[in-house]
């Protein structure tokens, strides 16, 4: 059954770049390996909801043995633009760059309701215990990315978004 499924997966994967090549179009890139924030996050202008939830969860993931921190909270527009730019020059697209990097206008880290967290296994623990403090991972390529989405106490995360 095994051998079966990839020899369906790699005559699909084939005809649909074949399909690309008569269309005279490359194939679509796969998605880059996701980079993780790293630093010590803005968490003085969260909004106090939040700020609230961040320092629940922080504590809660200290007293569980994990180790769990805010590397990226609050940001200026001007900081948001700048990383916005530079990702855009990366991925080569405003719409490629917006799968990682949302324009200030957009961003939730500009409205101080998002917080990206590190390390990974602080980010996995997140994902696991977040909602009891109303805090969700928000988009599936972005492991570190939480914003206060549970509606209420014992409520569920909505489904994630592929991307931003």
Same mark, same amino acid.
């Given at each position: 059954?095994?051998?079966?499924?990839? #020899? +369906?997966? /790699?005559? *699909?994967?084939?005809? /649909?770049?074949?399909?690309?090549?008569?269309?005279?179009? !490359?194939?679509?890139? !796969?998605?880059? +390996?996701?980079?993780?924030?790293?630093?010590?996050? @803005?968490? @003085?202008? /969260?909004?106090?909801?939040?700020?609230? $939830?961040?320092?629940?969860? /922080?504590?809660?993931?200290?007293? @569980?043995?994990?180790?769990?921190? +805010?590397?990226?909270?609050?940001?200026?527009?001007?900081?948001?633009?700048? #990383? %916005? @730019?530079?990702? *855009?020059?990366? &991925?080569?697209?405003?719409?490629?760059?917006?799968?990682? *990097?949302?324009? !200030?206008?957009?961003?939730?880290?500009?409205?101080?309701?998002?917080?990206? +967290?590190?390390?990974?296994?602080?980010?996995?623990?997140?994902?696991?215990?977040?909602?009891?403090?109303?805090?969700?991972?928000? &988009?599936?390529?972005? %492991?570190?990315?939480?914003?206060? #989405? $549970? $509606?209420?106490?014992?409520?569920?995360?909505?489904?994630?978004?592929?991307?931003?």
């Amino acid at each position: 059954m095994t051998r079966r499924l990839a #020899l +369906v997966a /790699l005559l *699909v994967g084939t005809a /649909l770049a074949g399909q690309h090549a008569l269309a005279g179009k !490359p194939p679509p890139a !796969p998605d880059p +390996v996701p980079v993780a924030p790293t630093g010590v996050g @803005d968490t @003085d202008h /969260l909004t106090p909801g939040v700020q609230r $939830a961040v320092t629940r969860a /922080l504590a809660a993931a200290a007293a @569980d043995g994990v180790e769990l921190r +805010v590397t990226s909270g609050w940001r200026s527009p001007e900081q948001q633009q700048v #990383l %916005y @730019d530079e990702a *855009v020059r990366k &991925y080569g697209s405003t719409r490629q760059a917006s799968h990682w *990097v949302l324009p !200030p206008s957009r961003s939730a880290h500009v409205r101080g309701q998002a917080v990206d +967290v590190g390390p990974e296994i602080g980010a996995r623990w997140l994902e696991a215990n977040g909602v009891r403090f109303g805090l969700c991972r928000r &988009y599936d390529n972005e %492991y570190w990315h939480f914003e206060l #989405l $549970a $509606a209420a106490t014992g409520s569920r995360c909505p489904a994630r978004e592929p991307h931003a």
